[in-house]
Nanobody, 128 residues
Framework: VQLQASGGGLVQAGDSLRLSCVAS????????LAWFRQAPENAREIVAA????????FYADSVSGRCIVSRDDARNTVFLWIDSLKPEDTAIYFC??????????????????????WGQGTQVTVSS
């Protein structure tokens, strides 16, 4: 499966931003999907994830309450909307996918090593 992320850019602190990631190939409706980010000299960290059926989502503490992850299976697209952006949100944002495990349908992967499909990343820069 190929993942193509877009929507990044230079924004002001306090602004909001919506990132998109379009998938091609594979069966999108079976994928658990996630957004990770990586700032310079930092490890890649999870931001948010949405379960294959859209029935549950996970948010990192750093964005909880100002972030929404959603999916549109008709458009093979996963979105990440972040409000009240801060300079510390500056990073390259990556979308990721992994086929769900039918034996554990309620599980949402949350670590980098659990995802085996990655997009190329989109830069988000938040100025103060």
């Amino acid at each position: 499966v190929q993942l193509q992320a877009s929507g990044g850019g230079l924004v002001q602190a306090g602004d909001s931003l919506r990132l998109s990631c379009v998938a091609s190939g594979g069966t999108f409706s079976t994928y658990n999907l996630a957004w990770f980010r990586q700032a310079p000299e930092n490890a890649r960290e999870i931001v948010a994830a949405v379960r294959w059926d859209g029935g549950s989502a996970f948010y990192a503490d750093s964005v909880s309450g100002r972030c929404i992850v959603s999916r549109d299976d008709a458009r093979n697209t996963v979105f990440l909307w972040i409000d009240s952006l801060k300079p510390e949100d500056t990073a390259i944002y990556f979308c990721a996918a992994r086929t769900s495990n039918p034996n554990i349908p309620d599980y949402i992967p949350k670590t980098r090593r659990e995802y085996n499909h990655w997009g190329q990343g989109t830069q988000v820069t938040v100025s103060s």
